[in-house]
């Protein structure tokens, strides 16, 4: 038994159908409810909800500072490897970009460790991409017994794993782990993934069964925007993260919504969406879920994130740089995606306070398993 | 006055330190609320530098720090946090919070109960955070914890006192101390609480999250002595007995 059972029960067309023939009636039932189910949570990104947006924000805002009250969580990625097998047509890292390689040394690590250490950071996400021959699970063991003294939070978003191994990686201080499923379009999804193991949609769909089996303490899901139409593919996210609370009830999840970015050589979106529409989404994953995290990261512009701290996001990066290396190591190598918010962390945590919200670096410890 | 454990407080009125918007403000709040009980996450703390801003804010001669354990899942990670606890922050006062549950946040009654029973025998002053449960709550007072923190509603809902009910229970029954944790939304709840007997109350959310905080902390203070006065002064019975005719018993007159 794992999601894909309930997946395959839910047809595309079917769903993206009953999205857009949402009334505002609807959006008005999904408002007033007092537990909100899937069906609210499809009114609520439908068109017919774009007209209650204000509400929506109000809504959201008041709900995200109950649970999370007036605090931005801070974290930063922390690149280790580009060394990629597969081709994912969206990526800077992608196979068939011709991009120098790198995979970082213990001894390279450590000074991006200090670099970022310096900026005020406790909590770091270490990246990679697919390269099964050298970035593995030794690797990655290695990777955290190195950097955890260092860090109170670890979070991962590198390929997916098998369960052994991620029980494995738990007990050395792997905190969270995201694993973002790009698209539930299973065609759109094998388009864009042409070559490599990240061909395989169904291994990437049950990896947060595995995380679950596996005991992970948090787990972030997300598709990317910009490859399919993006209200049915935050359907399915709904429902993979519907799913996995009811499964892995111990497990606390946070979601994102990664826009493709532009990279040299890389994809034109295939759907657009606009700003009012990603405040939309953000509002309606909040309003139907009131404890799950919302991340934001720096592809997003400052005067959007300036905003958006404020109407449901509970965790943005900042300074970030998206090449291994990059904080100290080789800063001039090629990254794989630009940001859009440049700002240091200072700035950023000025920023927050200004609006009324407390940055916190420190939210877990790392004696706690 | 309460006494709980070797510690006497005039101040019946607890605190949490988390979700305020600075630890400024923060501060500000718990010096108006007059707490003298005041917990705090052990994961958002830095147990290293003693300059950490949230610990630096909280040294004040009439605040006592409760360490808690936000963040375990089961008693051995609670025993293991508290002993960290202990040293870092050198009390052996504990607030046992195992939640795991990270949605609702809901207390695991069979970890509690166990790592009650183990911190006991380490010296540690156990006030436990649990569910509305009598029985739990005797079973804990048996086990060595020196209070106990019954939930009034999910923690974070400021949703009152849903399980009056089965406090008003635990009240009657209880040897240790009584506190009412979560859920309290508004200083009418915890006066609630303080008038049907509970000993203390336990605020966060609905002091940091208020629109001024520090009003908020001393509108709670005052809601908490207003409450515990009445309790003391004995309120009288609800519902009205006196009834103007007596068409039932009226034939007794008669006879």
Known sequence: MSFKDEFDQYEWDAVKESIYSKTAADVERAFHASKRTLEDFKA????????????????????????????????VPLYLANECTNICTYCGFSLDNKVLRRTLTSKEILREVEVIKGMGYDHVLLVTGEANQTVHTEYFKKVLE???????????????????????LIPLGLHSVLIYQETYHREDYRKHHPKGKKSNFNYRLETPDRLGRAGIHKMGLGVLIGLEDWRTDSFFTALHLNYLERTYWQTRYSLSFPRLRPFSGGLEPKVEMTDRELVQLICAYRIMNGEVEISLSTRESEKFRDHCIQLGVTSISAGSKTNPGGYAVAPESLEQFEISDE??????????????????????????? | MLTIADKHFSSRLFTGTG??????????ALLASGSELVTVALRRVDMHDSKDTLLSRLQHSHIHLLPNTSGVRTAKEAVFAAQLAREALETNWLKLEIHPDPKYLMPDPIETLKATEELAKL???????????????????EAGASAVMPLGSPIGSNKGLKTIDFLEIIIEQSKVPVIVDAGIGAPSDAAKAMEIGADAVLVNTAIAVAGNPVAMAEAFKLAVIAGRMAFEAKLGTQGNLAVASSPLTAFLDEL
């Open chain 1, 44 to 75: 609520l990104v439908s068109p017919a909800a774009s007209a209650y947006l204000e509400p929506m924000a109000n809504l959201s805002r008041e709900l995200t500072r109950k649970r999370f009250g007036n605090t931005i969580q801070m974290y």
């Open chain 1, 146 to 168: 190195l950097i955890r003294p260092h860090f109170a939070q670890v979070s991962m978003e590198v390929q997916p794993l098998d369960q052994h191994e991620y029980e494995e």
């Open chain 1, 343 to 369: 700002r240091s962390p200072a700035d950023i945590a000025d920023m927050i306070r200004k609006s009324g919200y407390e940055p916190v670096w420190k939210d877990w410890d790392n004696v706690l398993v």
């Open chain 2, 19 to 28: 979700k305020f918007s600075s630890a400024l403000l923060m501060e500000e």
């Open chain 2, 123 to 141: 010296g540690f002053v156990i006030l436990p955070y649990i569910h509305a449960d009598p029985v739990l709550c005797k079973r804990l007072e």
